[in-house]
């Protein structure tokens, strides 16, 4: 039995590349639906193939995180009692950034939840003032670097990483496994997709500070799940059996994924300024 774990295990270590390239065949337009994954006993995927979405789950309510987009919101809010999770629960509402397929829903769970909505100071002006701005919820919270925020028994502690916006709310926050704590970290923009030096110098700047300020982050998490396996991952934690690992807990695929990131975004620039 032992050996079988440590296969598996071995497995999940092999089967998982710790890269950020999206892969082909993965769009906004080529999205399937994701039954929601319960990733741990307070922590849940409900997003889709292509885009996040997460919820938290805390002793007063829920927090999630990312609120998709167009028809994905409501398939998302429709599934969640299938986890036992009640939308109406929602207490925040934390975007991780500016663009539409990460708050094109955003009224829609403030309409169901009165859930209050927060983003970072740049990421509310990119979304108030970008060609999606009539989806924009009313202007609430504001999260800054190193801010933190308390639900119920849950503290969520922010870090602001620029990059693949002027204004990416990255968080940290615990994730329990069995009644054991581990620390979880979400990279909010994990690639730059415009061709602009200077965004590459913001992402790079942003993945040095996170790595040389992050310790002990046991499972990671990003707002486009091919970026951290996390729909594959999926499938196995619902085929687990009691004392099988959880696959979400991989220290060493945040160590190999923050160093890919900071080596294809230096290639990148370099490449760009040949
Ligand atoms: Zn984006």
Redesign the pocket.
Known sequence: MKRVIAMVFLLTQIAFGQSGQRPAGVSAGEAQAVPPIKMFDNFYYVGNTYVSAYVLKTSAGLIMIDALHDQWTNISLEAMPKAGLNPKDIKYLIVT?G?Q??FGGAKAVKDLSGARVALTEADWKLMEGGRDSAAAPKRDMVITEGQTLTLGDTTIKFYVTPG??PGIASMEFPVFDGGRQYKAFLFG?HNV?SNQPQAFEQMIASVKRLSSTLTGVSAYFT?HPWAASVVEKGALVRARKAGDPNPYIAPADFLAFMKERLTDHEARLSQMRR
């Open positions: 950034h663009h397929d990460h693949h916006t923009g997709t707002s």
